[in-house]
């Protein structure tokens, strides 16, 4: 039986891929029209949410790559 004292069993695997597609969720609900579903088509709001994920990779791209300059 498990109590407040025994910690969860986790798989460490799992959770990072949970914890990832979290964070990508989140990432996504900070632009408001994929939020708040505005598109009312399927096809419309599918083509803001790949140009949103578009968005968020070039994003993190061009903040590794500055870091990387930084660094050097």
Not at 13 to 25: A, D, F, P
């Amino acid at each position: 039986m498990l109590t407040a004292t025994e910690p969860w069993p986790v798989l460490a695997k799992s959770y990072r891929q949970q914890n990832r597609v979290e964070r990508l969720l989140n990432k996504l609900k900070q632009f408001r029209g994929i939020a708040t579903r505005y598109d009312k088509l399927a096809a419309s709001f599918l083509a803001s949410i790949k140009t949103v994920l578009t968005f968020i990779k070039l994003r993190r791209s061009v903040n590794i790559t500055l870091l990387l300059f930084i660094t050097v």
